[in-house]
T-cell receptor, first 110, second 113 residues
């Protein structure tokens, strides 16, 4: 079993839809939870960052962490074609290596 | 401010050849990482270096060696390339500490034939 599981999709939604992306994990040592966005043929860029359980909101994006269930989510409201990218969840124990999910490829159609 | 710079951007190797992928960062970060990205597999950690002078294995270290030359540079070496090492390789750096972001290079597309 992989430490971080993420459905690779692909996921296709119409513009304006609410998008839900999810990851599960098995390592209880993970403390920090991140979402990266990767456009085609580019390196990943940090989108959201959370620590511990709870919600964090940034504009149209909301990240949720449920450590008791080992489950994290990213919600995108009012999705735009410019949101079309691969979204990778990432997790890290205390300041050491980062482990990534497989990435979910999202397409938002105009 | 260049961030994380990887060289080369593209490379084709024959099976058995060796090569070194170079990575340099100019953000004074402590930690540096090498990942490979394959379709459906996401980013898998090959090696990382928490600080100058230290390196640790990640998930998929076999067939690779690394050198943390100084605080800025972290190189990845393939001693005898195999077709299974065909992948996109990303270098990243990160300042250790709560809430720090990892910055990635543009990637090196390696094909082993």
């Amino acid at each position: 079993q992989k430490e971080v599981e993420q459905d690779p999709g692909p996921l296709s939604v119409p513009e304006g839809a609410i998008v839900s992306l999810n990851c599960t994990y098995s390592n209880s040592a993970f403390q920090y939870f991140m979402w990266y966005r990767q456009y085609s043929r580019k390196g990943p860029e940090l989108l959201m960052y959370t620590y511990s359980s709870g919600n964090k909101e940034d504009g149209r994006f909301t990240a949720q962490v449920d450590k008791s269930s080992k489950y994290i989510s990213l919600f995108i409201r009012d999705s735009q074609p410019s949101d079309s990218a691969t979204y990778l969840c990432a997790m890290s124990p205390f300041n050491n290596d980062m482990r990534f999910g497989a990435g979910t490829r999202l397409t938002v159609k105009p | 401010n260049a961030g994380v710079t990887q060289t080369p951007k593209f490379q084709v190797l024959k099976t058995g050849q060796s090569m070194t992928l170079q990575c340099a960062q100019d953000m004074n970060h402590n930690s540096m990482y090498w990942y490979r990205q394959d379709p459906g597999m996401g980013l898998r950690l090959i090696y990382y270096s928490a600080s100058e002078g230290t390196t640790d294995k990640g998930e998929v270290p076999n067939g690779y060696n690394v050198s943390r030359l100084n605080k800025r540079e972290f190189s990845l070496r393939l001693e005898s390339a195999a077709p299974s090492q065909t992948s996109v390789y990303f270098c990243a750096s990160r300042l250790q500490g709560l809430g720090t972001e990892a910055f990635f290079g543009q990637g090196t597309r390696l094909t082993v034939v």
